[in-house]
């Protein structure tokens, strides 16, 4: 496995502004929920997992995170 992505998830509880301070002072106990994305590899298969997590560090919920099909152009 390896930590593709780790990121505070801030849910809108009062307005988006009240957040949107919130988020730019990252004061302790900010953020609604922690997201870890780990990848994993199986018998040479690659599958992407989201983890959440609460303020407090409780396991919440584990999803299979779905490859995204880009018929357009990257760069």
Do not use: H, M, P
């Not at 301070?21 to 004061?27: D, G, I, Q, T």
């Amino acid at each position: 496995w390896r930590i593709d992505k780790l990121q505070i998830q801030y849910l809108v509880t009062e307005t988006v502004s009240k957040v949107f301070e919130e988020a730019l002072e990252l004061s302790e106990g900010s953020g609604t929920n922690y997201e870890i994305v780990l990848l994993t590899r199986k018998d040479g298969s690659i599958s992407k997992y989201e983890f959440l997590f609460d303020i407090e560090g409780n396991y919440i919920q584990k999803r299979k995170v779905l490859r995204q099909n880009y018929e357009f152009l990257l760069f």
